[in-house]
Every structure is written in C-alpha cells, then in structure tokens.
C-alpha cells in the first residue's frame, strides 16, 4: 500500500517547502507532490523537466451567443453580479459562474461551458517524479486541483512501484489544506517560535484530530525563541501530536534556495543536514508502523 506523508503549516514562510526538499533528497523510492496549488514553488528547488502537461477545467462561465440574442434585457435582470455589459456581451471577471443567466435566457443565447483555470504536470527531477500545477491568477477550484494532483501521483506510484508520496501542502487550514490531507497516512506540520506559529499549528491539530490522521510536528528556527518553542512542545504534547525535530536557523537555507538546490546538495556536512537526517528518521519509524487513518483512534483532548 502506497503511504503518503503531508507536510504541511498552519502559516505561510514557516520553511515547509525547503524542509520538505530536503526530506525528498533523503528519501528513495517516492514521488513528490506539490499540492500548494495557488503559490506553487517546489519546482524553483526542484527544477522539473516537464513530460506532459494537462489542462485543469474548474467551474464554469457564461459566454455571450451574439448571433441568437434578441437584447431583451432578461439576462441583465436576472444576473446579481451585474456581469451584462450594455452590449449583452459577458464581463469575464465580475461573472461568478452561477449559470442563472444561461439556464432562463428564453433565446438560449448564452452558453455555460467548463471553465480552464489552471494546468497540472508530470515531470522528471533529480531526485525522482513529481506531480505539480498551477492555478490562474485570481481562479477557483483550487481545492479540486490539489485532488486532481494527488489523484495522479497516487496513480503514478502505483504503476512504477513507489511505496511513498512526498506532498507539500498549502499553509492555512482552508479547503486547499483539506483537500491535501484527507486520506493521508501522516501530517508532518512545520511551526515556528512564534505567537501566530503556535496558534495556526494548534488549528492544524483540531483538523487533523477531526480526520483522524496522525499528525508530527518539527520546530523550523527553534533556537529563535527558545521559550516559544517550549510551549509549542508542550501544547503539541497535550494534543497528542509527537515533536519529531527541531531544526535551529541556518542561513545556509536560504543561500540553498537561491541556487536552486536543498540543503543537502549545498552543505551536506553542516549540523542542520545531520538533524534533518535524524528528523527523517523518526519520520520513516513513524510511517512504518503507521496504517492510516483507518486504523488510527485519536485520544480524547481534555479541553
């Protein structure tokens, strides 16, 4: 049965994604996912060479059918969104997609067809396959999209006989964020010492306690604020959610990013790249004994 590690945060620039290439340069036998649809950048680590490409169709919108409208002014009516121009034709950006316009226009003078808002891909990188999209600016859906590329590296493990999917999910608790973990085997969340970091880490335990999916927590920058990254330890322990790794600051992070590569490839020798190891270790010991949600019974928190 293939497992599928989530790593995800409760906040945006907790270094989700660097620690999750890092943990991918570790791993053998795997696919990556890039599953933060909306602000993809796994791939300015990874640097993909694309195999094939795939649009993403989400929703629909109307489309003005000039040559049958007779301008009767119904549709202007009807539309609560005021996306009929005075030449009947339709504003693209104030439409919403509901399709009232379409489904009572008496002349059958607007079509409603699927709407192609973003792309996903199957690619090669150095460290192995990877499934990864991108949505449009400003587009919906996004939940369905981070569906649509599980869905395929789910397949794509399968057919090549890979026991593991690396994901990295979008920060927050939204529906993005839903749809990347639900069903997942294990929710790696990565917080940092900070008020809001142990604020949005706890509301990304109460959804993983809610789905039932065993959830680690690893302290990017622990050594920031020493006293913050307690309480996050002691507010993970209460919520049943292991400490699996607590990573210090390392500039050799960013200067990493900067050329392209993940910790491992710019300074494999450094303590960080040995406490990495350590935290994929316990990650791996996790996942082993691990059955998925199916078989995992959150304990009771005394709120």
């Known amino acids: 049965m293939v497992k599928e590690l989530v790593v995800i945060s409760g906040k945006g620039g907790t270094g989700k994604t660097t620690l999750m290439a890092a943990l991918s340069a570790l791993s053998n036998d795997k696919i990556m996912c890039d599953a933060d649809v909306d602000a993809a950048d796994l791939h ?19 489309v003005s059918k000039k040559e049958l409208c007779t301008e009767c002014g119904y549709c202007r009516e009807l539309c609560k969104w005021h996306a009929i121009r005075d030449d009947f034709t339709i504003d693209e950006i104030a439409c919403e997609g509901c399709g009232v316009c379409a489904y009572l226009c008496p002349e059958k003078a607007i079509d409603f067809p699927l709407k192609t808002c ?21 587009e919906e859906n996004s939940g ?11 397949r794509i493990a399968e057919v090549k006989g890979f026991d593991l999917i690396i994901t990295d999910g979008p920060p927050g608790v939204g529906c993005p964020v839903i749809a990347s973990m639900s069903g997942a085997t294990a929710i790696l969340i990565v917080s940092e010492p900070t008020v809001s970091g142990i604020h949005d880490m706890g509301r990304v335990l109460e959804l993983c306690r809610h789905f039932q999916i065993p959830a680690m927590v690893c302290i990017n920058k622990f050594d920031l604020n020493e ?5 996050i330890e002691e507010k993970a322990k209460v919520m049943n959610a292991p400490v699996v790794g607590k990573i210090p600051f390392d500039s050799d992070f960013t200067k990493a990013m900067v050329k392209g590569q993940t910790l491992f490839e ?14 994929w270790q316990h990650i791996r ?6 059955r998925g949600k199916q078989n995992i019974i959150f304990k009771e928190i005394i709120k």
């Open 44 to 62: 300015l680590i990874m640097n993909p060479a694309i195999i094939s490409t795939h649009d993403f169709q989400g929703g629909r919108i109307a």
């Open 118 to 138: 973003g792309q996903w891909f199957e690619s090669d990188t150095r460290f192995g396959p990877m499934i990864h999209a991108s949505l449009g600016v400003a």
């Open 144 to 154: 369905k999209l981070v569906a649509q590329v599980r869905k395929e590296a789910k």
């Open 227 to 231: 006293t913050m990254s307690s309480k």
């Open 266 to 279: 710019y300074n494999q020798a450094s303590k960080t790249s040995r406490g990495i190891e350590m935290l």
């Open 285 to 290: 010991e996790r996942l082993e004994t691990s």
